[in-house]
């Protein structure tokens, strides 16, 4: 049942810890492809992702590179087996992409890191108009090859590109909200960190609920739910805390110095995201934050906390009572949040 709690007590995991890097084979290894593997993201999630006992086969698909990234991989000494695809050569008369159709053939999980990076000065919206026709084009293929499939979405802007991926799906008539997520485990990811920072705590005991979407003030962590917080910090720091959440990517991309973005912990956060649904689909019980289609507020898709079945995301689950702080922010951010979308839907229909 694809439903929404008012009301939650979740444990999102996000722990290293909890993922075994182990060589043995899991009970059900699942095949994951990997789409943009020879990326800045692509390459460091394809190598935690080679590491997981869960994953039987790691399809690595990207517009060049590919095959060295894969050869890399291959020498890992875990279970998992590896590919690399390219592009299909052209060809008279014109075929289809062979290679992205070996990639994704038999596929249960594909995570897509695809498209451009953001520069200095930059925002997840400035990416849209290269993103999201790469987007869009994935997941035509990922409708024809693997329709069954559960898509993680990572490219930017995530607000965006979800409501593509699902407009897409839906026009090929294999659309199914329970397998289609935005990944925003880097949110939770750095609210941990920074909470375990003004704490004092091993950010891995931590767990912030991070609600909305995934660009700028659509993030919004909900700080107050955390154990001991509110006793500890003023109204000042929780709200230093607050926009450093939301804006983290900001501080990565001017300390790079036009270098790059977050691309080491996205990888990180896009392992954790997929290492979860495949432990649930094993049958775990596995509750964490994404960005999905959603009834818990007026906006179509909306990220809080979720339950994760074999089939995906089993219920939407509540984010429980605002502070007067969190719902001012709220109010701020569902306006924006609900544009982003649209924008998305419009692109894919146009």
Not at 55 to 76: M, N, Q
Request: charged share 20%.
């Amino acid at each position: 049942m694809f439903a929404s709690a008012s009301r939650a007590t979740v444990s999102i995991a996000t722990k290293m810890s909890k993922a075994s890097f182990s060589s043995t084979t899991a009970a059900a290894s699942k095949k994951v492809a990997v789409l943009g593997a020879a990326g800045g993201i692509g390459q460091p999630l394809s190598m935690l992702l080679k590491l997981s006992p869960h994953v039987g086969e790691l399809s690595c698909y990207d517009i060049v590179g590919t095959p060295g990234v894969a050869a890399d991989l291959s020498h890992i000494p875990t279970p998992a087996k590896i590919s690399g695809d390219l592009p299909a050569a052209g060809s008279w008369p014109p075929k289809g992409n062979d290679g992205i159709a070996r990639a994704l053939t038999g596929c249960d999980v594909v995570v897509i890191p695809a498209g451009v990076p953001r520069k200095p000065g930059m925002t997840r919206d400035d990416l849209f108009n290269t993103n999201a026709g790469i987007v869009k084009g994935l997941v035509e293929s990922c409708a024809e090859h693997c329709p069954g499939a559960i898509l993680a979405i990572i490219s930017n802007p995530v607000n965006s590109t979800v409501p593509i991926a699902a407009e897409v799906l839906k026009a090929r008539g294999v659309y199914d909200p329970k397998k289609l997520c935005g990944v925003t485990t880097l949110d939770v990811c750095r609210a941990n960190t920074f909470v375990g920072e003004a704490l004092g705590k091993d950010p891995r005991e931590v767990d912030v609920t991070v609600i909305g979407g995934h660009a700028g003030i659509t993030i919004l962590p909900l700080f107050s739910q955390v154990p001991g917080f509110m006793d500890a910090v003023d109204e000042k720091k929780m709200d230093a805390l607050t926009v450093r959440t939301q804006f983290g990517g900001d501080e990565v991309v001017k300390a790079k110095a036009g270098a790059g973005s977050a691309t080491l912990s996205m990888a990180y956060a896009g392992y954790v995201f997929t290492e979860n649904v495949l432990r649930a689909m094993d049958g775990e019980e596995i509750t964490q934050c994404a960005f999905v289609e959603s009834t818990l507020t007026d906006a179509p898709y909306f990220a809080s906390p979720c339950k994760f079945g074999p089939d995906g995301v089993t219920e939407v689950l509540g984010y429980g009572e605002l502070t007067a702080y969190e719902k001012g922010w709220f109010d701020k951010m569902l306006p924006d949040l609900k544009k982003q979308i649209q924008k998305g839907i419009d692109f894919a229909n146009n």
